[in-house]
């Protein structure tokens, strides 16, 4: 979903208030009919819908990074769809940019990017709060820096407003576990299932949009009700002269929503002498800021209602699953100082380190690390569960110790994940996270084992303990200093 890149190639007027970008918003997606449809067969949905749990309305400026700002939106719905506060939910879009670009190296050379590379960037290495690296409305320029002069193929700093700031490379990362592209077939069962928005890319009309650089007819009052109907023809040639895209959030949807269908004149299309009428719209949360468009919108400013039939023929698909709200562990050893659980002290500053062999070389500690990938299915609703041993034969005495777990299922509210060593049994997950996939946090930490001796079985037991929702316990690992 490569999408808003740089205008400069589109004629004027151009109104840098409402960006749109080259019509590239889907390179790199599969064919639509390639991915599986996933509603289930007896699916029953609601005519109306909307999922909630939505930051504000923002605007990326007179920048061509809608699709920055769709996937960020999407970031911080899914966090506050985990439980974080909306206030707290407001993440750098700054950032991001920076990070799919120079983190993810996708599209180094140009202002666009795309909603699957942009998710992948926070998938591998997660992005910032606001606070860290405040978004810049405006592009950077000669002003800026003498080598952004303007024109193609420019340095990748004048893409990102400059390289991120040591404070926001080293701040807390917010991560997201898992993307993936979706049959825009499926985008009701992805919002109602799961309850989450799911971003979109598509071809730019103009008229359709009723943006103020349409060469035909528009109306004033759709784009103040952030209405956007289906193309007609004359707004597809139109459009094709000064092709363009642009990325949003689908949230919601009405199947009983009707407007009237225009014509290139922007009058309505007559049948037997009564107009015509489209039928079904996706509610959407723009990225337009709420000043202009969608102004009388019933959901707040700066939403709109998109056609059923423009998204099914024109736009890409993409959505991710729900992250886990667990303060992740200080990495002692990670190299770079970054500050994993956000206290503000990183690595052997930080007082969870005071006992991790890079902090505290204490003669005769030996770092030990074994893992186990059961791959093992989790029997649904069984107290039985599954359980995988790794059997160590190292000897010493534990001084510190921490479980990994790599877990996929629908609903990790169902699991119980135990590990027992000797007598004793430790409980590493107890049945929250409610509806969020999957469950993959590392280093759950163990001080209840210190003093205690290396060798011996160590057992990790899954237990499923509500019926439906399936996974699996794809592999676990133990990190253990003993002397």
Known sequence: MTACADESSLPTPYDDEFPVSEDNVNAGAPDNGSLPDDNKADAVYPAKFEVGDQSPVKSQGSRGVC?????????????????????????????????AKNEQRSF???????????????VRFGTVKESAW????????????????????????CYTNGEAPESAKMAQRYKLP??????????????????????????????????????????????????????????K?????????????????????????????????LVNGVPKKEKGFWLFKNSWGT????????????????????????????????????????????????????D????????????????????????????????????????TG??????????GTITDAKVSVTITHTYIGDLKVTLTKGTETITVHGNTGGSQDNLTVMSFALPSLSGKALAGAWTLKVVDSAAQDTGALASWALDVTAR
């Open 67 to 99: 699709s920055i700002f769709a996937s960020t939106a999407l970031i911080e719905n899914l966090y506050i769809k985990a439980g974080m506060p909306v206030a707290e939910a407001d993440f750098s879009e700054q950032f991001l940019q920076w990070s």
């Open 108 to 122: 180094t050379n140009t202002e666009g990017s795309n909603a699957e590379d942009n998710i992948e960037a926070a």
């Open 134 to 157: 405040p978004y810049e409305s405006f592009p950077w320029t000669a002003a800026n820096d003498a080598e952004c002069t303007g024109g193609e193929n420019l340095p990748t700093k």
């Open 178 to 235: 898992r993307k993936r592209w979706i049959n825009t077939n499926s985008i009701k069962a992805a919002i109602f299932d799961k309850k989450v928005g799911v971003n979109v890319g598509m071809t730019f009309f103009y008229q359709s949009w009723n943006h103020r650089r349409s060469t035909i007819p528009i109306s004033d009052s759709l784009w103040r009700q952030g209405v956007v109907t289906y193309p007609n023809e004359k707004d």
């Open 237 to 269: 040639t139109e459009s094709a002269t000064h092709r363009a895209g642009h990325a949003i959030q689908l949230v919601g949807w009405d199947d009983d929503m009707e407007v009237e269908s225009r014509d290139g004149e922007g009058k309505p299309i």
């Open 291 to 342: 000043a202009s468009f969608g102004t009388e919108h019933p959901t707040g400013p700066g939403y709109g209602w998109i056609s059923y039939q423009y998204v099914k023929e024109y736009a890409r698909a993409v959505t991710a699953d729900l992250p886990s709200l667990m303060t992740p562990r200080e990495v002692c050893d990670d190299g770079v100082g970054m500050d994993e659980d956000g």
């Open 344 to 383: 503000g002290q990183a690595n052997c500053s930080d007082a969870d380190c005071s006992m991790h062999p890079s902090c505290n070389q204490t003669p005769g500690d030996v770092a030990h690390q074994y893992n186990a990938a059961p791959a093992a299915a989790i029997p649904d609703n069984s107290a």
């Open 386 to 395: 599954v359980s995988s041993t790794i059997d160590v034969s190292d000897t």
